[in-house]
């Protein structure tokens, strides 16, 4: 079924702003901003199908939106979540069906560095932005009217050229996308979960303690700890080696300091404590997420307010949502139990200060492992492919291998490096980033482990799942492919693993969704000595990052698994609201006496394998609380 365009309603509000009050501050995310006292919507332009767009005033926004038969029309905007939140918010309006450019434009063009307007509308040959009529507003809670005319054809100009950008896209894009694109802005403008608000405000105190606690550790002031010059004199000084690396934007070498630093993060693992304790205490202050997320949902939460979760689709390259409305549902910290399985307190505080409304439960569900399994099917490892289907434990079963006796979840230290170990190496992990990874307790418990021993245990992954390692070879060899097709004259696509499943030309590696992993400007160097291409890297968004045949496998795992997932969420989202999303996790909100019958379903609809991978074994697990506990 095609976008049927006489139904589309085209619509743009212009709001009022200034200097302490702006989406460009730090101290506002999107729910906020519209939520706040100090909003006012200054107009909004409507657009019906094809027809001629109309725009309205203060004073006439309200009866011209409700004069809309908003259960039969589709919304249409450049960036959905907003203005879809304000019709909800403000004019209690709720359409039949959201569409949102911004959202089509991620996926179709990945590695833009904004999917705004002002980039796609000369892109797509529709027009350009006029930003001078929307600054001349800014601090104006009452326009004047020399400023009418200019501001409404700014308005209305904008309308006009989202929808034509639309027509353009809509031709080409998957209906199942639009579907998912339509349940993720829902998730936002059509809240359903709530805030336990002194939960969430003792997760605030708890972030403030444990940081004044890390910088107490190591003796030295956080303002030592923020300067990068000083601390790398400490840990020089403490005997540690100070990574470096080449800077994206200066080209020069700088402190490797990041959390993605892998050099960095494993001198959390350094045997000297005082290394240790600057590694941490530096990490924690320069993190605020977990600080200003809690404070972000305290404010959400605020006066029996309901908790807008925002999700950007296609936010990452691989077509995985990214946590939006600088709060990050993506990733909240789940509960961590100890050796006898006993909660340990106040972890995951913030996941679970989400709790469901009155008479209902949250019900998650996760698909276990998918992308060890989608790695093992598209490699063709046929003993994992056989454990899987079989309900074995594959992290047990490596750690046997790596510790030469049984191990099962009674020994959850040994388990947790098998657990590492096929989470990880399947992706070309090298040892030195296995090591990082179990120090800073990434999958598991904070692990101390040696270079040697996890040099050891790569080597044991690498010679246990041949087929794997066989598949880094064939990824090395697209690389190659898609960077000689750059500068061939056949346009034609090579077909590669399972010719229903992927195929790739010179730029992108097309999914079984119709949608792409794009790698454009890809290049390489080439090597004399060993007469091969290597350091392959491509252009996303402003700068060059480089691709290896170990990311290259993970982005398409992760892509695979991404579109299993999602239609899974489709299926589930016919029968239960589905709420919101973790990457491999889905939630519901049921009606409490539902509960088991809704997790059965979502467990039913989770272990059922796309048509194109009928052969994949899939399994996934959940729970049902009334807060988000799982």
């Known amino acids: 079924m095609r976008v049927d365009l006489s139904k589309v309603v085209t619509l743009d509000f212009e709001s009022y702003y200034d200097p302490k009050y702006s989406l460009r501050l730090k101290t506002y995310n999107t729910s906020s901003y519209i939520r706040d006292p100090q909003f006012k919507a200054h107009c909004v332009a409507l657009k019906f199908g094809d027809g001629?767009?109309?725009?309205?005033?203060?004073?006439?926004?309200?009866?011209?939106?409700?004069?809309?038969?908003?259960?039969?029309?589709?919304?249409?905007?450049?960036?959905?979540?907003?203005?879809?939140?304000?019709?909800?918010?403000?004019?209690?309006?709720?359409?039949?069906?959201?569409?949102?450019?911004?959202?089509?434009?991620?996926?179709?063009h990945a590695n833009m560095s904004r999917a705004s307007l002002a980039v796609l509308a000369p892109m797509y040959g529709v027009g350009s932005k006029n930003v001078k009529a929307l600054a001349n507003t800014k601090g104006l809670r009452n326009i004047p009217e020399e400023l009418w005319?200019?501001?409404?054809?700014?308005?209305?100009?904008?309308?006009?050229?989202?929808?034509?950008?639309?027509?353009?896209?809509?031709?080409?894009?998957?209906?199942?996308?639009?579907?998912?694109?339509?349940?993720?802005?829902?998730?936002?403008?059509?809240?359903?979960?709530?805030?336990?608000?002194?939960?969430?405000q003792a997760e605030v105190d708890r972030e403030i303690a444990r940081k004044a606690e890390l910088v107490a550790l190591t003796g030295v002031t956080e303002a030592d700890l923020q300067s990068s010059a000083k601390l790398a004199a400490l840990l020089r000084a403490a005997g540690a080696e100070v990574p470096m690396k080449l800077s994206a934007r200066t080209k020069m070498q700088t402190f490797a300091?990041?959390?993605?630093?892998?050099?960095?993060?494993a001198l959390a693992a350094h045997p000297d404590e005082k290394v240790r304790h600057l590694v941490q205490a530096r990490l924690g202050v320069k993190s605020t997420i977990g600080e200003t997320r809690a404070g972000r949902f305290v404010t959400s939460g605020q006066d029996g307010q309901r908790l807008p979760i925002m999700l950007n689709y296609f936010g990452a390259h691989t077509g995985r949502w990214s946590g939006g409305d600088k709060m990050?549902?993506?990733?909240?910290?789940?509960?961590?139990?100890d050796d006898n399985n006993v909660p340990i307190p106040l972890t995951g505080e913030l996941r679970k200060s989400i709790i469901a409304p009155p008479g209902h439960q949250i019900v998650v569900c996760d698909s276990k492992q998918i992308e060890c399994r989608v790695l093992a099917w598209l490699a063709g490892q046929q003993d994992m492919l056989d454990l899987f289907a079989t309900n074995g434990d594959p992290y047990c079963a490596l750690a046997t291998e790596i510790y030469g006796?049984?191990?099962?979840?009674?020994?959850?230290?040994?388990?947790?490096?098998?657990?590492?170990?096929?989470?990880?190496?399947?992706?070309?992990?090298?040892?030195?980033?296995?090591?990082?990874?179990?120090?800073a307790g990434i999958l598991g418990p904070k692990?101390?482990?040696?270079?040697?021993?996890?040099?050891?245990?790569?080597?044991?992954?690498?010679?246990?799942?041949?087929?794997?390692?066989?598949?880094?070879?064939?990824?090395?060899?697209m690389l190659y492919r898609m960077l000689v097709k750059k500068s061939s004259d056949s346009p034609d696509a090579i077909t590669v693993f399972r010719p229903d499943v992927i195929e790739y030309d010179a730029t992108t590696v097309w999914l079984p969704n119709g949608m792409g992993l794009h790698y454009p400007d890809l290049h390489a160097e080439w090597n004399e000595r060993f007469e091969r291409y290597n350091d392959y890297s491509y252009r996303a968004n402003k700068e060059f990052v480089h691709i290896h045949s170990g990311l290259l496998t993970e982005n398409?795992?992760?892509?695979?698994?991404?579109?299993?997932?999602?239609?899974?969420?489709?299926?589930?989202?016919?029968?239960?609201?589905?709420?919101?999303m973790s990457h491999d996790e889905i939630a519901c909100i049921a009606k409490t006496e539902e509960a088991q019958t809704c997790l059965d379903f979502m467990v039913e609809q989770m272990s059922i394998p796309p048509l194109w991978a009928s052969d994949l074994p899939l399994g996934a697990e959940g729970g049902f609380d009334v807060c988000y506990s799982k």
């Not at 990050?328 to 139990?337: C, D, S, V």
Request: proline content about 4%; charged content about 25%.
């Open 405 to 439: 006796r049984s191990i099962t979840k009674a020994d959850p230290d040994e388990r947790a490096v098998g657990k590492c170990g096929v989470l990880g190496l399947g992706f070309y992990m090298g040892a030195k980033r296995f090591m990082g990874t179990l120090a």
């Open 149 to 200: 005319p200019e501001f409404l054809a700014y308005n209305a100009e904008d309308t006009r050229q989202c929808y034509e950008i639309f027509k353009i896209m809509s031709a080409c894009f998957p209906e199942a996308e639009l579907d998912l694109i339509d349940l993720t802005i829902r998730m936002f403008c059509e809240p359903k979960l709530y805030v336990d608000v002194p939960r969430a």
């Open 556 to 580: 398409i795992v992760q892509a695979l698994a991404r579109i299993i997932v999602g239609l899974q969420m489709l299926e589930i989202a016919k029968r239960y609201s589905v709420v919101m």
């Open 447 to 477: 692990l101390d482990m040696p270079l040697e021993e996890c040099q050891a245990i790569v080597d044991i992954y690498r010679s246990k799942n041949r087929a794997i390692k066989n598949l880094w070879r064939k990824m090395e060899q």
């Open 257 to 265: 300091f990041a959390q993605t630093d892998e050099e960095f993060v």
């Open 52 to 108: 001629e767009t109309v725009t309205y005033r203060d004073k006439d926004i309200k009866d011209a939106l409700h004069a809309v038969d908003w259960k039969s029309s589709h919304l249409l905007c450049q960036n959905t979540a907003f203005d879809g939140l304000i019709l909800s918010h403000h004019y209690g309006i709720v359409p039949a069906f959201y569409y949102d450019t911004m959202s089509m434009a991620r996926g179709l």
């Open 328 to 337: 990050n549902a993506q990733n909240l910290p789940k509960e961590e139990r």
